[in-house]
């Protein structure tokens, strides 16, 4: 279904009504903002808090959706009024200048771009809206003083996950899957294999990617992510790790039908309703906290202490991590301590982590 723009303000007493949207096309465009629109050189009194979803939109039960919590706990804690926009299929840079616009004219303080796709375009309103905080996830390469680079470092959470498939494994193959074979993904693969390898010099990696860039759309495809983890399946793996989004649930759907392993990614995926039926086949799920970082610097604002520049979140502070939410993962006390000394190791510095494959 081709996704559709969408402006909403959300109040605390509809925080809970929030909860239960979807992220698909088909919904009505609404703004319950009082706040004026203006030209693009000037700003309003703050709004609130917004935020740009990435491919995939809210409802992924991954990325977005942990970017989507920060907000909502900043709505429930904070008493900050928030504001969300979908991205459309096949959208341009122009499309992505024009969504922040609006947000920032709107008012909303901060405004944050959900993923390295809105780069460019955040360095184009940014200059803009001198008095307006922006926030860009997973991108370092756009720098200003009202700009704040929210990074995670992704290669430490997927070492843990490769450590995890390697012990979990009895066939001593697994998968890897990226939506998009961009640098940010590769680091998600370059510390799974590492993990792979160095916890079992003969295990086998099969890594692929769902499509190239500038083609994005591999974040958004269940339907590629289930056919091409049941060929990594059908090629002996019995743990598939996916690092792609939307399309990761599909990838865990195969898993699970063949009564294998999954990896879930971004948010802790076992938990994610959209994938109940396939929990028990959510082995763990290397976690960003996206969330935190989406709530930080909204508060960070709210505070009048805006954060600006990089702000990095690594297995020191917990930002990136494996998740223990399967009791049966629990249970495997050897790849628990595996993991655990690999985390240990890590931060003690006696473990670098590669960031390309």
């Given at each position: 279904m ?6 909403a303000?959300v ?12 992220a ?5 465009s ?9 030209s ?7 709004a609130?808090?917004?935020i ?6 809210r409802?992924?039960?991954s ?5 989507y ?10 008493k ?5 926009a ?7 840079e ?5 969504r ?26 940014a200059?803009?809206?001198?008095n307006t905080?922006f926030g860009?996830?997973d991108?370092?390469?756009v ?15 997927s070492?843990?996950?490769g ?20 640098p940010?993904?590769?680091k998600?693969q370059?510390?799974f ?14 890594s692929a990617?769902?499509?190239?860039p ?20 059908d ?6 790790y996916a ?11 195969a898993a ?23 929990k028990?086949?959510i ?11 989406v ?16 702000v ?10 494996l ?9 495997m ?23 390309t494959?």
């Amino acid at each position: 279904m081709r996704r559709i723009t969408r402006i909403a303000t959300v109040g605390i007493a509809s925080a809970a009504l929030a909860l239960s949207a979807t992220a698909c096309g088909g919904k009505k465009s609404s703004d319950a903002s009082s706040s004026s629109s203006s030209s693009s050189s000037s700003e309003t009194k703050s709004a609130g808090a917004a935020i740009a979803y990435d491919v995939g939109g809210r409802g992924d039960q991954s990325f977005n959706d942990a970017a989507y919590a920060g907000l909502e706990k900043a709505a429930k804690d904070l008493k900050v009024k928030t504001a969300e926009a979908e991205p459309t299929e096949g959208e341009s840079e122009a499309d992505k200048v024009q969504r922040l616009t609006e947000l920032a004219r709107k008012g909303n303080n901060p405004v944050i771009g959900v993923g390295f796709s809105y780069a460019p375009a955040i360095k184009k309103v940014a200059a803009k809206f001198p008095n307006t905080t922006f926030g860009i996830i997973d991108d370092t390469s756009v720098t200003e003083k009202n700009i704040a680079n929210l990074v995670f470092n992704e290669e430490q959470g997927s070492y843990l996950a490769g450590v995890a498939a390697a012990k979990a494994s009895k066939s001593n193959t697994v998968g890897f899957i990226g939506g998009v074979e961009v640098p940010l993904i590769k680091k998600f693969q370059a510390g799974f294999e590492q993990g792979v390898k160095d916890t079992n010099p003969n295990a086998k990696v099969l890594s692929a990617y769902l499509t190239q860039p500038p083609d994005f759309s591999g974040f958004a495809k269940p339907d590629l992510g289930k056919a091409t983890a049941k060929g990594q399946l059908d090629g002996g793996a019995d743990v598939i790790y996916a690092a792609a989004g939307l399309a990761g649930s599909g990838a865990i759907e195969a898993a699970s039908s063949a009564g294998k392993w999954a990896i879930g990614v971004d948010s802790d995926q076992y938990n994610q309703a959209g994938l109940s039926k396939y929990k028990d086949h959510i082995l763990t799920s290397v976690t960003k906290d996206v969330s935190d970082a989406v709530y930080n610097l909204i508060k960070s604002v709210k505070d009048g202490k805006p954060e600006s520049g990089e702000v990095r979140y690594g297995l020191d502070k917990n930002g990136v991590g494996l998740a223990d939410s399967n009791p049966k993962y629990k249970e495997m006390t050897d790849v628990t301590a595996a993991v655990e000394k690999a985390k240990a190791d890590i931060i003690a510095k006696k473990i670098t982590v590669k960031t390309t494959p």
